[in-house]
């Protein structure tokens, strides 16, 4: 009878010990049998000679991946630069601003010592008259050589420059606003925090000191007077100077020179010389360069010939050629009135008249 383990017709024979020593070389042991990975191949991995069914799988990294690692990272800036942007904001907001000081003004008229001189010709008043060598229109408002300060850039100081010029230009050279029509062409150059107060200014005129139309800009009566030369001899200078870290300023001190004559007359009616000198003072704040506006917040203005008894308060009303002024001083004043400004008036020396 066999031993355990033999086949049951017993040991083959010429095969000692069951023929172990024969099969010994194919025999693994138990250690390699299961560390062996099996895989059976399909029908196509078989037809092309057990090429790998399957794409080995990439060893598992530890740590964040790298998309990971970048979404991370902006989110992280964007989050920085939030809280950057909120605690400092590049522009200043309304109520961090400082409002704009109202306009102070005075407008001092001055009367002819006799008769106004006058002429047909308007280009023989200029030559004859202190006005001979004065320029014509905006050439009489050159832009000064300008530098930088010490907290702004040479560009905002003739940014500041270029809006105070436009305003002198506007207010006191534009022809449709001397003839008593155009404002809105001097209104968009304001800052808007004066706005109200020049809409009040030409709505209810007031000889207060703050809503007089002529404080703002050159204005005739229309019904009174017309311009027989639409180009204004002007002279003048323009200085800006630093207030502060955040403040620029401007002054303009002009004098204009206008032939007028009286309205509806015709070519053939004598011509005068009207005058008027202006001194201005602008503020300008960054905001103010960046929108190419000004606070224009001192105007003193004198002009003549006028008659101290006329109200020069709403337009000017000049004395045309041989004319006199009225008898009578310049409105009284009520000291015990209070927002009302002093009745000012001033006499036009000769030597300020054309000689003809």
Request: net charge negative; with cysteine; hydrophobic share 40%.
């Amino acid at each position: 009878m066999g031993g355990f383990g033999d086949p049951p017709e017993g040991t083959p024979e010429g095969a000692p010990g069951g023929g172990e020593d024969e099969y010994r070389s194919v025999v693994f042991d138990e250690s390699f049998v299961r560390a062996a990975r099996l895989q059976e191949y399909s029908a196509q991995e078989r037809i092309a000679d057990h090429a790998p069914a399957v794409r080995p799988r990439p060893p598992l990294r530890r740590g964040l991946s790298r998309q990971a690692l970048v979404l991370v990272l902006l989110i992280a800036v964007a989050f920085g630069t939030a809280i950057y942007m909120g605690v400092r904001h590049p522009y200043q907001g309304p109520a961090a601003r400082e409002p704009a000081e109202p306009l102070r003004m005075t407008v001092i008229p001055l009367a002819p010592e006799g008769r106004v001189p006058g002429t047909a010709d308007p280009a023989y008043l200029y030559a004859h008259s202190p006005a001979a060598q004065f320029k014509t229109g905006a050439e009489g408002v050159p832009l000064p050589p300008s530098r930088r300060t010490a907290h702004f850039s040479d560009s905002q100081v003739v940014t500041a420059l270029s809006t105070a010029k436009d305003y002198v230009v506007r207010s006191a050279l534009d022809p449709d606003v001397i003839t008593g029509g155009e404002i809105r062409a001097v209104r968009v150059l304001l800052d808007p925090d004066q706005l109200d107060q020049f809409d009040q200014s030409f709505a209810r005129p007031t000889a207060d000191g703050r809503h007089a139309p002529t404080g703002w800009l050159v204005r005739f009566d229309p019904s009174r007077a017309e311009l027989a030369d639409r180009r204004v001899r002007v002279q003048g200078t323009l200085q800006a100077a630093e207030t502060d870290a955040s403040t620029l300023e401007v002054t303009a001190d002009h004098t204009f020179v206008y032939a007028l004559r009286p309205a509806g007359a015709g070519d053939e009616a004598a011509v005068s010389l009207f005058t008027v000198r202006r001194e201005l003072q602008f503020r300008f704040d960054r905001d103010d360069l960046r929108l190419h506006q000004a606070q224009l917040v001192v105007s003193y203005v004198q002009a003549g010939p006028l008659s101290c008894a006329e109200d020069s308060t709403h337009h000017l009303r000049p004395l045309l050629a041989g004319q006199t002024a009225k008898e009578g001083g310049p409105a009284g004043t009520d000291p015990y009135a209070t927002g009302s400004a002093t009745a000012l008036c001033g006499s036009l020396a000769t030597s300020a008249q054309p000689k003809v």
